[in-house]
């Protein structure tokens, strides 16, 4: 019997290995091809043409390719959360149309969409996995399992920083008390090999092929002072704003798309990005070298003009989003966020350089814990570029803003009482 339990136990364990590294595989060759076909699109062809408005027919032929996809496997890739909600719910992934969800997830990214890689990579190793847990005999039994660890890994390599993927994807207790096929200490054992050997493989990738992995660029250094404690009266209010304004801008975008027709849709989403990038580029694409400028230049940067650029870039997200050039939001969002902090330090301090930080780090950390509703995963989420000292203060932001949105939905669900 102990023999038996050590042999299963081993055969997890070595399932767990292959598939972090498997995991690490897929996640580096879509980086790769994603990173390869977004310089051939924005740099190589209008250079070798000399015609930048190039980019706009470029990008329409991007959309209506993934508006075919559509049209054809469905609407992938989908949302993390739906991503996550399949696997917990149902216990399974469809990836049947496996090129679709590949190809789905990375045009759009090629092509310019406002959204992050986090959605469709989950969404493929997902697939993957299911795939593995169907034909291969080791991985029958734990299917499951499986895609846990695959998401793990893949959240905790995107973001560069494997708490958060392991909070994402650790299943809360079910109802009843019904016992978990393995116990919580040896699942979190299994996430954290998993993710490392994801880790490995890539950084082993990188090291042969001399490329560099560095991440989302983060704020190396924070100076928090009395006054910012007040400023929280506002930071975390306007962080609650920024959620409210992207539910808004995809609640309209998603109206708006119901009365177009799949195909025109994503071409109409294609030509947008691509008109954008002739006039304001800096609101395409994920946010992560927006960011760094931001980290490097914003300082002292024009509040106004960087209001506006949080705004286009929610609502020009909420509209990739709803119009079928489809992603992850939290790069996006994060980066919005932050200019709207470094605006706000702008308005209310004379010298705003040494508030800057701490004032992004609570609107972002605000508006995703309103989304999330999950304190110690946006916290987590947060450390991808704000210092570890603002740990304490990301989390607070996180929880004020998930409970401020708790009862703004719980007031809207409430039945109106007295006379009809």
């Known amino acids: 019997m102990d023999q038996t339990k050590l042999r299963n136990r081993s055969s997890v364990l070595l399932l767990t290995l292959c598939l972090g590294a498997a995991a690490g595989l897929v996640i580096w060759l879509f980086l790769l091809a994603m990173s ?22 470029l990008c329409a032929l991007g959309g209506l390719a993934v508006g075919l996809l559509h049209r054809r496997y469905g609407d992938y890739p989908e949302e993390l959360p739906a991503v996550l909600g399949k696997v917990k719910n149902e216990k399974h992934y469809d990836y049947r149309p496996f090129p679709a969800i590949l190809l789905c997830a990375l045009l759009p990214l090629v092509f310019g969409a406002s959204a992050g890689p986090e959605a469709g990579l989950t969404g493929i190793i997902v697939a993957l ?3 593995v847990g169907d034909n291969v005999s080791l991985a029958k039994r734990h299917a499951a399992l499986c895609s846990e660890l695959g998401e793990a890994a893949t959240l905790g390599h995107i973001f560069h920083f494997p708490l958060f993927g392991i909070l994402a994807v650790e299943e809360e207790p079910g109802p009843g008390g019904k016992p978990a096929p393995l116990p919580r200490p040896w699942k979190l054992a299994l996430y954290g090999l998993s993710t490392a050997a994801s880790f490995g493989v890539i ?55 119901e009365n177009v027709p799949v195909v025109l849709r994503e071409t109409i989403c294609g030509l947008v990005i691509g008109a954008m990038g002739l006039a304001l580029p800096s609101v395409l694409f994920s946010g992560e070298e927006q960011m760094a400028r931001l980290i490097e230049d914003g300082s ?10 949080c705004l286009l ?35 209310v301090f004379s010298a705003p350089a040494g508030h800057e930080v701490f004032a992004a780090g609570m609107v972002t950390a605000a ?8 304190p ?45």
């Open 36 to 57: 390869e076909g977004t310089r051939l699109i924005w740099e190589i062809l209008p250079r070798l043409t000399g015609r930048s408005w190039i980019l706009l027919p």
């Open 129 to 131: 996995c299911y795939w």
């Open 203 to 257: 950084g082993l990738l990188n090291r042969l092929t001399h490329r560099s992995s560095e991440g989302f660029p983060s704020f190396s250094s924070v100076s928090i002072q009395p006054v910012d404690y007040a400023a929280l009266l506002l930071y975390l209010p306007v962080g609650f704003l920024l959620y409210l304004v992207f539910r808004l801008a995809e609640t309209g975008a998603e109206k708006g798309a």
């Open 300 to 309: 002292g940067a024009d509040a106004w003009r960087l209001i506006g650029l």
């Open 313 to 347: 870039k929610l609502v020009l997200t909420a509209f990739c989003l709803r119009f079928g050039m489809k992603g992850g939001h939290f790069f996006p969002m994060i980066f919005a966020c932050a200019c709207m902090g470094f605006a706000l330090a702008g308005l």
């Open 367 to 374: 508006a995703l814990g309103a989304q999330m509703k999950k």
């Open 376 to 420: 110690l995963a946006v916290s987590a989420l947060a450390l991808l570029c704000f210092p570890p000292r603002m740990l304490f203060w990301l989390f607070l932001a996180a929880a004020v803003g998930g409970r401020l949105a708790e009862l703004l939905e719980g007031g809207r669900k409430r039945p109106v009482s007295g006379k009809s």
